[in-house]
């Protein structure tokens, strides 16, 4: 079952955030962009809504390439986020984001994930064929 990807998300939180996810192999990518300081996602935790149908088998969680401590309650993931670095930085950007749940078994069909990072919130359409 392979999925092709998604498309842009509905704005939920401030102007300009947006997500998209595409799924593949087991695999569930999110891409997040939104203002962050210094090109860093800021403190965490980032909370990740799967859709209700959606089984988590032995997932991994990789923020940036880094796997990151998850922690699954029910349909939603909490996941830890690196620390700021400890340099004060004044450059408000936008940035991205990438967080990709491995061990993820997802039936086919028009789903959305949602997505949260304090007053950021995110919503993506995926299409799994």
Same mark, same amino acid.
């Given at each position: 079952?392979?999925?092709?990807?998604?498309?842009?998300?509905?704005?939920?939180?401030?102007?300009? &955030?947006?997500?998209?996810?595409?799924?593949?192999?087991?695999?569930?990518?999110?891409?997040?962009?939104?203002?962050?300081?210094?090109?860093?996602?800021?403190?965490?935790?980032?909370?990740?809504?799967?859709?209700?149908?959606?089984?988590? $088998?032995?997932? =991994?969680?990789? $923020? &940036?390439?880094?796997?990151?401590?998850?922690?699954?309650?029910?349909?939603?993931?909490?996941? &830890?986020?690196?620390?700021?670095?400890?340099?004060?930085?004044?450059?408000?950007?936008?940035?991205?984001?990438?967080?990709?749940?491995?061990?993820?078994?997802?039936?086919?069909?028009?789903?959305?994930?949602?997505?949260?990072?304090?007053? =950021?919130?995110?919503?993506?359409?995926?299409?799994?064929?």
């Amino acid at each position: 079952m392979l999925a092709l990807a998604a498309a842009a998300a509905l704005a939920l939180g401030a102007p300009g &955030d947006t997500a998209t996810a595409a799924y593949a192999h087991g695999a569930l990518a999110l891409t997040l962009r939104y203002e962050m300081t210094c090109g860093e996602p800021g403190p965490g935790p980032l909370a990740v809504r799967l859709p209700q149908r959606f089984r988590l $088998v032995s997932s =991994h969680a990789y $923020v &940036d390439g880094t796997e990151r401590l998850q922690i699954a309650s029910g349909s939603t993931l909490t996941i &830890d986020l690196p620390k700021p670095p400890g340099i004060t930085c004044m450059s408000i950007t936008e940035g991205t984001l990438k967080l990709r749940l491995t061990g993820v078994r997802a039936p086919a069909g028009t789903w959305t994930v949602r997505a949260r990072i304090r007053t =950021h919130a995110f919503a993506a359409r995926l299409r799994i064929r």
